[in-house]
């Protein structure tokens, strides 16, 4: 048995169009226990599972998010930019992956992206569209802001949240013990033994991003993190399970 739990990063992201529907069932198709996706908001306030602040990247469509609304950015499609073999593919909206959630046993790691664009509002509506799904044990909110996730605290303190940090500040451990949060996700290079020892000592839970290959994996579950992110579920399950059995 794997005492380490896969998140999908963005859905399967190597191997499907992230942030899309065709990610999420890959990553439900090889057992990942978990989903990890990205959330803005539209010029009509819908909150859309992309993940830059802009379309051009991953869609058909050029600009930000922020201009489109729902029906617009419904006409982009979020598949061919990735592979032909996927055009076709709809940008999916937080509330149609709750509707599919209800008949899958994945947590869903969203995270607020509110470290560029403040969305003003978005923690309300990201919120109250768990509550009316009845989502609140399924989910983990997360930012690199972390003004974000005080407001989800106050909003929703029965929410699990977690804080995002791409490298880490000299003082990271007295931000730990200070913030009293429950989810430390850390990118995977700063994440050392003595750090995530800390960390677990104050009760987190350590989420690292994002573990592509053999060694990466490898060194994350010799630590002993709690879950690991990413693009490659499918891989990552295989290591793991191999592990286990030997
Ligand atoms: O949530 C972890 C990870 O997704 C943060 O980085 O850029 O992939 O959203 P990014
Ligand atoms: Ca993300």
């Avoid at 990735?82 to 709750?98: H, V």
């Avoid at 209800?102 to 607020?112: P, Q, S, Y």
Wanted: with cysteine.
């Amino acid at each position: 048995m794997r005492n380490i739990q896969i998140f999908a990063h963005r859905g399967s992201k190597g191997t499907h169009p992230e942030n899309t529907f065709l990610a999420f069932k890959e990553a439900v198709r090889v057992g990942a226990d978990g989903i990890e996706f990205d959330v803005h908001l539209s010029s009509d306030d819908e909150l859309v599972v992309i993940h830059d602040e802009t379309l051009d990247r991953t869609t058909t469509l050029s600009g930000y998010v922020k201009d489109f609304s729902r029906e617009e950015l419904k006409k982009a499609d979020a598949g061919c930019k990735f592979s032909e073999e996927f055009s076709g593919e709809k940008i999916p909206f937080l509330g149609e992956i709750f509707e599919w959630a209800k008949e899958h046993a994945l947590t869903m790691n969203i995270e607020l992206k509110t470290d560029k664009i403040a969305y003003e509002g978005i923690e309300e509506k990201v919120v109250d569209l768990i509550r009316e799904h009845h989502m609140e044990r399924r989910v983990i909110l997360s930012s690199f802001n972390h003004q974000s996730i005080e407001k989800v605290k106050e909003l929703a303190p029965e929410l699990e949240r977690a804080l995002l940090f791409e490298g880490l500040p000299p003082n990271i451990e007295e931000i730990l013990a200070g913030r009293k949060e429950t989810g430390f996700h850390p990118d995977r290079k700063s994440l050392t033994e003595p750090i995530h020892a800390s960390a677990k000592k104050l009760g987190y839970k350590v989420r690292p991003w994002v573990a592509n290959n053999q060694a990466d994996i490898e060194r994350l579950a010799d630590i002993g993190v709690d879950v690991i992110m990413t693009d490659f579920p499918e891989r990552a399950i295989l290591l793991l399970n191999d592990r286990a059995c030997q």
